[in-house]
């Protein structure tokens, strides 16, 4: 009998990467959405699986959604990627980062505990636990120093997963992960707002780039990876928490020339520092260490930095291509709307 998976947030980069993934490997893929004005289901269709996945409305914030997702997919796996994930976000909306990212995991796990104890666990967790502590490159031991609304709603999801495991025997697992990218990135991310930039830049559909803090440093890898490493940690003995990275830092600012100059174009003619972009507060430097996935799952990252930037530029300029000449496919980037129109209170504008 084939294995059950229930993934939250399958809607999302790592949902939909995840379900391709589990489902390639004969899993029953349950997936959950959540009810919007508009439909958001682009990415499965973009990967071609919409029809694979067996979808259940559910929200993080409504237990009772929670329950009914477990009872109707009775899974063998749970994959907690539902998440307000965007950092910026959750400076505009502290509160409901929180609940969600948060107080959400405490709802999932304890349904899990009332409902199918023996289901394992795995809980996104996140590089931004280690916010600016100076310890580089962390580990699964260096201490957590979470700087936004996001990273403490996190180290609360971290923490509440470890007790679960440890108060209910749960199999619970916490991945780590560091920066991954991908075509399928949402349009508000660093990584993907300029490689969109740049290929509508390159087409004559835009004009310029407008970034904030170009100096802050991350280490990038590609999501395909990363989804598989989520999947090994619950094929292991025992739960585990793992770090997933690739071991490389990179500016904000080598990630622009390298996009820009992939499509030879010159960064310096179309990028612009913009206040508006800055954080709050940023992280400045994360590099994550990755040998004990290697050791443990056998895991490594296969896309390295330079072939990320260039696989990310080339499907942006090839989408814009086919749209320009009036193709229609899923996508987000033709809805989306010009960043610079929204106004947020974090943005040091006029204060
Ligand atoms: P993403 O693209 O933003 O996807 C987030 C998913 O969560 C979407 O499906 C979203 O649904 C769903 N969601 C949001 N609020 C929800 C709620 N209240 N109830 C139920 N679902 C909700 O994020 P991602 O990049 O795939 O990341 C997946 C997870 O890994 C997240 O937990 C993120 O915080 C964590 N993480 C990501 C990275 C990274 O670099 N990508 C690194 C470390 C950890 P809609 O589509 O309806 O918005
Ligand atoms: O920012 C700087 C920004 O929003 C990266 C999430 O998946 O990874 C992600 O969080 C850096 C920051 O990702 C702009 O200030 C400059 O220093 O792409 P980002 P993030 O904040 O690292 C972690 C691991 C997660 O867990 C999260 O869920 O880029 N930056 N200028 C900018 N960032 C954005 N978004 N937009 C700019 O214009």
Request: charged content about 25%; overall charge negative.
């Amino acid at each position: 009998m084939s294995k059950r998976a229930l993934i939250t947030g399958t809607t999302g980069q790592d949902g939909a990467y995840l379900a391709k993934f589990l489902t390639e490997k004969g899993y029953e893929v349950y997936g959950t959405y959540r009810r919007l004005s508009t439909p958001n289901f682009w990415r499965l269709q973009y990967l071609n699986i919409f029809d694979q996945i067996q979808l259940i409305p559910c929200d993080l914030l409504d237990s009772d959604s929670l329950s009914e997702a477990l009872k109707i997919s009775n899974p063998d796996e749970i994959y907690n990627l539902a998440a307000q994930s965007f950092v910026g976000a959750s400076f505009e909306q502290p509160t409901s980062s929180g609940e969600i990212t948060g107080l959400g995991v405490t709802r999932l796990l304890e349904s899990v505990r009332q409902s199918c104890p023996n289901a394992r666990v795995y809980q996104a967790s996140t590089s931004e636990l280690y916010g600016n502590n100076i310890w580089a490159p962390q580990t699964e031991v260096t201490p957590f120093a979470p700087s936004s609304p996001y990273a403490a709603a996190k180290l609360y999801a971290y923490y509440i997963t470890e007790i679960y495991r440890e108060s209910y025997g749960l199999f619970a697992c916490n991945g780590i992960l560091f920066n991954h990218e991908s075509p399928l990135r949402g349009l508000e991310f660093v990584t993907r707002k300029i490689t969109n930039a740049v290929a509508k830049i390159k087409l004559g559909l835009e004009t310029e780039l407008l970034l904030g803090n170009m100096d802050a440093k991350r280490d990038w890898g590609y999501a395909v990876d990363f989804v598989k490493a989520m999947w090994l940690m619950l094929q292991q003995d025992k739960p585990m928490n793992f770090v997933i990275a690739t071991n490389e830092a990179h500016s904000v600012f080598e990630f622009v020339e390298k996009a820009f100059s992939h499509a030879n174009l010159d960064y310096r003619d179309f990028t612009i520092s913009d206040e508006r972009f800055f954080r709050p507060c940023d992280v400045e430097h994360l590099c994550g260490d990755y040998s004990k996935a290697k050791k443990v799952l056998g895991w490594e990252p296969e896309v390295r930095f330079d072939e990320l930037v260039k696989l990310m530029v080339d499907t942006d300029l090839e989408r814009w291509t086919r749209a320009k000449a009036g193709e229609h496919f899923p996508w987000d980037a033709f809805n989306y709307p010009n960043e610079n129109r929204i106004l947020s209170r974090t943005w040091k504008i006029d204060r």
